[in-house]
């Protein structure tokens, strides 16, 4: 597609449940990466891929995220047993490959947990 | 470990002022550097980026940044700012074998008309 597309663009969700977001990339990007932004903070790195291959999940807060993209293309981040803290707006960007080119961020989603 | 200083969470201009965004970094190696906005309702857009050569670097809309490599700097500046600048302004680092960007808190920037 012509941007980085992100869905759903909210989510409201009950404590404990599970949540799956969904991030589609620029065709042909490579490199794909997952960010959450807490309200007045700055975006912080969860974890990315190159093509279908994790590269790096050092962001993961805990072993209840997880990210997936097995084709190297679609990505969804799960989160299980969602808690509060984790309400945020989780950004989505791609890139031809690595940084060289900087990152197109998709539009987030803003989950929130009650 | 790597990290983004941005010394200032809000400033409130007039239209027509100028314009000097703080931006430090905590890396001891060689660094690119970049500067994103991020427009009420938008998502984050690349303002510029600098990887090597001339330190003063030239971006969209009438902004820049200067690589100072011997502050650990690269600060944003506008000669005069409009009510359209109005938006929240992050500064990012990519250092070594780092795979992935690492960004500042942010500063929001308002312009009053």
């Known amino acids: 597609g012509a941007g980085v597309s992100q869905s759903p663009r909210y989510k409201v969700t009950k404590r404990g449940q599970d949540v799956a977001l969904r991030c589609d990339p620029i065709?042909?990007?490579?490199?794909l990466y997952w960010y959450r932004q807490a309200l007045g903070q700055g975006p912080e790195f969860l974890t990315y891929f190159n093509y279908e291959a994790q590269q790096d999940k050092s962001g993961l807060p805990n072993d209840r995220f997880s990210a997936e993209r097995p084709e190297g293309s679609i990505s969804t981040l799960t989160i299980q047993r969602t808690e509060q803290r984790d309400s945020a707006m989780y950004r989505c960007a791609s890139s031809p490959k690595g940084h060289l080119y900087g990152y197109t961020f998709g539009s987030g989603t803003r989950l929130t947990v009650v | 470990a790597q990290s983004v200083s941005q010394h200032n969470h809000h400033v409130i201009l007039s239209e027509a002022a100028s314009l000097e965004l703080g931006c430090n970094y905590s890396?001891?190696?060689?660094?690119?550097l970049f500067w994103y906005v991020q427009y009420p309702g938008q998502h984050l857009q690349l303002l510029l980026k600098y990887f090597s050569g001339d330190p003063l670097v030239k971006g969209i809309k009438g902004f820049e940044a200067e690589f100072i490599k011997s502050k650990f700097s690269f600060n944003l500046r506008k000669p005069s700012v409009q009510w359209s600048d109005t938006a929240e302004y992050f500064c990012?680092?990519?250092?070594?074998?780092?795979?992935?960007?690492?960004f500042g808190k942010g500063t929001k920037l308002s312009v009053k008309p």
């Open positions: 065709s042909g990007h490579v490199s």
């Open positions: 990012a680092i990519h250092g070594g074998s780092q795979g992935n960007l690492i």
């Open positions: 890396y001891g190696g060689t660094v690119n």
